[in-house]
């Protein structure tokens, strides 16, 4: 596996490092996991899957702890609304 791959964030292309999780893609491109219920941006909060802040559609996949996925090559991440 290459050190450094992309992935899209909410239609933006991200350059990671190998290792690093859905969450982290998502903080260096500067997106929002989702939005609360009166629309505030969240994020991730307790990095270990407990508190569901990270959630977002993973390939397609909605309700994703992305705090729990590490990246791969091309992954389509978007907000989950």
């Known amino acids: 596996m290459p050190s450094e791959f992309t992935v899209r964030v909410n239609g933006a292309s991200v350059s990671v490092p190998a290792g ?7 903080v260096m491109a500067g997106q929002p996991c989702r939005s609360s219920v009166i629309g505030e941006p969240r994020g991730p909060l307790c990095g270990m899957g407990i508190c569901f802040e990270c ?6 996949i909605p309700h994703s702890r992305t705090c729990q996925l590490l990246c ?8 989950d609304e």
């Open 55 to 60: 959630r977002a559609v993973v390939n397609g």
């Open 72 to 79: 791969e090559p091309d992954m389509e991440v978007k907000t």
């Open 20 to 26: 690093a999780t859905v969450a982290v893609a998502m």
